[in-house]
């Protein structure tokens, strides 16, 4: 017999109950299209990409040894930045809209797709953010010398701000393991006290 003295009104409060979080849960889709937009800047990236590969491929004949390690970095630059845009929207679409179905028997599949969290994700971000800085730096010291180069006080606050990216990505990781060290040992304690 239940316990409850009205079951009709109990009933009317979980069906409204159990439509806002259908609701909600539906509410995930409305990110969706920023995946989508994203697809867009990729294919900007890529633009830009074919852009400088065509300024390396028709100059190269009057460009200095610099100048060509310059315009090779400045794609590497563009390539790393279309990968983490990639993994933004593959690990993000996964996290938190959808499970991907199109690529779930496919080959070509990246290894780590499906399996990147959220704490994941951000590694995957600031580990890419410092190699894209670290090729900005690389690319600043390469034009050091020429004529026009880079102002030394510019220099200063771009390594000042690489060297903030790596401690940041630093701090991330030893938050992520303090995290997981604690799940551990609540783990572990619940255990112990189960089998109490």
């Known amino acids: 017999m239940s316990s409850d003295p009205n079951p009709t009104r109990t009933r009317w409060y979980e069906r409204i109950e159990h439509g806002g979080e259908r609701f909600l849960f539906a509410s ?27 300024h390396l491929v028709t100059h190269i004949a009057g460009f200095t040894g ?4 310059g315009s090779i ?31 779930r028997d496919s080959e070509d599949r990246p290894r780590w797709m499906g399996h990147v969290d959220f704490s994941g994700l951000k590694m ?8 894209i800085s670290a090729i900005g730096l690389l690319a600043d010291f390469t034009n050091l010398e020429t004529e026009g180069g880079v102002d ?36 572990q304690t619940h255990g112990h006290a189960d089998e109490d």
């Open 73 to 103: 970095l400045a794609l590497i630059d563009l390539a790393l930045l279309a990968n983490l845009v990639l993994i933004v929207i593959f690990a993000g679409y996964e996290n938190f809209v959808s499970k991907i179905a199109a690529a």
């Open 28 to 54: 995930r889709w409305l990110l969706a299209p920023l995946y989508v937009g994203m697809v867009v800047g990729v294919v900007a990236i890529g633009i830009k990409f074919f852009q400088e590969l065509w």
């Open 66 to 69: 610099d100048q060509v390690i």
């Open 152 to 187: 030394r006080n510019v220099l200063m606050w771009r390594v000042i701000l690489h060297l903030t990216f790596v401690l940041s990505g630093v701090l991330f990781a030893i938050m992520d393991w303090l995290g997981e060290k604690r799940l551990v040992l609540t783990k």
């Open 124 to 131: 995957k971000l600031i580990g890419s953010i410092v190699a």
